[in-house]
């Protein structure tokens, strides 16, 4: 029963290339993130939504486009790859209680850019 | 640019030891802070989180605050190989954004 998804699990693509991951979470959260994790380990915010609503848009290139057709949805598009893309985008959910919002993590998406 | 601190290790230390894993962070407005767990190729998952000064326990795991130092740590007892994994200290920022650090490679010794 899993609360948090990722679709696809690894994504191998080439430079110029246009691609979108998909995440959904049954846990009935109000709030969606996206996040990569970098070849050092380190994972940094992207955005986050909060019932469909953009709340966090760290500077990202506009390449990246999210989307959110429902709270329990929270998709990343990508336009036009780059090398500097690889890296693994982890989603997650938390529930909106003011100041305390434990985050829950998918599995991730790794993504390769040849 | 607001920063969290981890050493990024590795720590090692034998089965049945207690691991001291520590954090700091520089927004002085963070109120909730995380520990989490990522094995290799995983998602990280949450061990601990703690909102208030002083100590929280559960189980094998005790995280402690000190917001006068901006100094977060976790400690756990009786390691167990099964410890073995990177763990990433978070702070939480206004508008609920988590920031990570580095992260620290813990490995225990069988």
């Known amino acids: 029963d899993t609360a948090v998804s990722q679709t696809p699990k690894y994504l191998v693509t080439q430079m110029g290339n246009d691609k979108s991951i998909k995440c959904e979470q049954n846990?009935?959260?109000?709030?969606m993130y996206w996040y990569k994790q970098d070849s050092k380990k380190f994972l940094k915010i992207m955005f986050s939504?909060?019932?469909?609503?953009?709340?966090i848009n760290e500077t990202v290139p506009n390449r990246f486009s999210p989307k959110s057709p429902d709270k329990a949805h929270l998709n990343l598009h990508i336009n036009s790859l780059e090398l500097g893309d690889s890296a693994v985008y982890f989603c997650?959910?938390?529930?909106?209680?003011?100041?305390?919002?434990?985050?829950?993590f998918g599995p991730g998406t790794r993504l390769l850019v040849l | 640019q607001k920063e969290v601190e981890q050493n990024s290790g590795p720590l090692s230390v034998p089965e049945g030891a207690i691991a001291s894993l520590n954090c700091t962070y520089s927004?002085?407005?963070?109120?909730?802070f995380f520990w989490y767990r990522q094995y290799s190729g995983k998602s990280p998952e949450l061990i601990m989180s703690?909102?208030?000064?002083g100590d929280k326990e559960d189980g094998r795991f005790t995280a402690q605050l000190n917001k006068a130092s901006q100094y977060v740590s976790l400690l756990i007892r009786d390691s167990q190989p099964s410890d073995s994994a990177t763990y990433l200290c978070?702070?939480?920022?206004?508008?609920?954004?988590?920031?990570f650090g580095a992260g620290t490679i813990l490995r225990v010794k069988s």
């Open positions: 927004d002085r407005g963070s109120q909730s």
């Open positions: 997650a959910s938390s529930p909106f209680i003011d100041g305390q919002e434990t985050q829950y």
């Open positions: 703690i909102y208030s000064n």
């Open positions: 978070a702070a939480m920022e206004y508008g609920n954004k988590l920031v």
């Open positions: 846990l009935g959260h109000d709030t």
């Open positions: 939504y909060n019932n469909k609503e953009l709340i």
